[in-house]
């Protein structure tokens, strides 16, 4: 498995922004599809965006889209979040997750297919 830390959690106020990190080690990260998900005290956790193997292909919740930008850097072994124009209720802990892949441009957005995640990065947006 590879192994996932995430980073630039914070607390924010309403309609700022925050970039999220988070660096993978321990395989060949260009073989795996990353994912971001949220999961709020007391809910369920929920996808955010995932951008495939090679980059070229990303998809975002629609909760989301529009707000967030998901993107990475093969050669740092690193994927980004970057969300502007926070909501209170974009309020999460943010987890970092990794489904290894065969195809370049293929997507995931079921948690149940990504096998490896970090522990989670604190989002918190202030009204």
């Known amino acids: 498995q590879v192994q996932l830390v995430e980073s630039g959690g914070g607390l924010v106020q309403a309609g700022g922004s925050l970039r999220l990190s988070c660096a993978a080690s321990?395989?060949?990260?260009?073989?795996?599809?990353m994912g971001w998900f949220r999961q709020a005290s007391g809910k369920e956790r929920e996808f955010v965006s995932s951008?495939?193997?090679?980059?070229?292909?990303?998809y975002y919740a629609d909760s989301v889209k529009g707000r967030f930008t998901i993107s990475r850097d093969n050669a740092k072994n690193t994927v980004y979040l970057q969300m502007n124009t926070l909501r209170p209720e974009d309020t999460a802990v943010y987890y970092c997750?990794?489904?290894?892949?065969?195809?370049?441009?293929?997507?995931?957005?079921?948690?149940?297919?990504?096998?490896?995640w970090g522990q989670g990065t604190q989002v918190t947006v202030s009204s």
């Open positions: 951008i495939s193997s090679s980059g070229g292909s990303t």
């Open positions: 997750a990794a489904a290894r892949t065969y195809f370049r441009n293929t997507y995931y957005y079921d948690s149940g297919d990504f096998g490896s």
């Open positions: 321990g395989r060949t990260f260009s073989n795996y599809v």
